[in-house]
């Protein structure tokens, strides 16, 4: 896809998908100011700059299977939603349950219906639903790009993930070997926790 043509579609998506449906009430206001702002749970959504240059990279297409890891608010999860069409599917997976239900609600409220929200499980992405086409990240990893999210991604597929305050752009190739990985520096995400703590456990 060239770029003209994802920055079309990309740029439609925003438009029809508004930030201010998944931010907090009191927040809703401030929606086009371009800075992120607190969902509660020490998460944040997105500022929009940062949500665009991540589609441009992640390039969905229509009919696609995308993975939104960390999906929060709900915002990105509905505007990959939007990009794949009623033939896509989107999987939003988030660690914190009440972020989920909130994501969930305002997903639901806006009319998406080719989505499907879970709870995060000790090991990273949604392996039961692989291979995807496309897996977002919306938190940092500490130290490099999981393993288990390459394993989760189709051949010819794309992964973009935060990395310390860097983004990486992941492609795959045909056979399913990693054709490129480029990195685009000077961003600041929250962390992406890949342990769930078991609240039975103690300690």
């Known amino acids: 896809m060239n770029d003209a043509k994802i920055n079309k579609r990309v740029e439609q998506a925003f438009t029809a998908v508004k930030r201010t449906h998944f931010m907090p009430a009191d927040n809703q206001h ?4 371009d800075v992120p702002f607190s969902i509660g749970h020490a998460q944040t959504i997105s500022q929009p700059t940062t949500v665009k240059h991540m589609l441009l990279w992640l390039a969905p297409q229509s009919g696609q299977r995308i993975l939104d890891v960390g ?12 990009l794949v069409g ?46 995807f ?4 990240v919306s938190a940092a990893a500490s130290e490099a790009i999981p393993d288990e999210l390459i394993k989760q991604l189709a051949p010819n597929g794309k992964l973009v993930i935060p990395v310390h305050n860097s983004i990486f752009e992941l492609q795959k190739d045909a056979l399913g ?27």
């Open 30 to 33: 401030l929606a086009d100011y």
């Open 71 to 82: 999906s929060g608010s709900g915002w990105s999860t509905a505007l990959l939603a939007c």
């Open 86 to 131: 009623p033939k896509g599917r989107v999987y939003g997976v988030e660690r914190i349950p009440e972020l989920k239900r909130f994501g969930e609600a305002n997903c639901r409220r806006f009319g998406c219906d080719n989505v499907e929200f879970f709870i995060a499980e000790n090991n990273i992405g949604l392996a039961a639903y692989a291979p």
């Open 133 to 136: 086409d496309r897996i977002l």
């Open 177 to 203: 070997d990693i054709e490129y990985c480029h990195e685009h520096f000077g961003y600041v995400f929250v962390p992406l926790i890949i342990e769930i703590k078991n609240e039975n456990t103690a300690g």
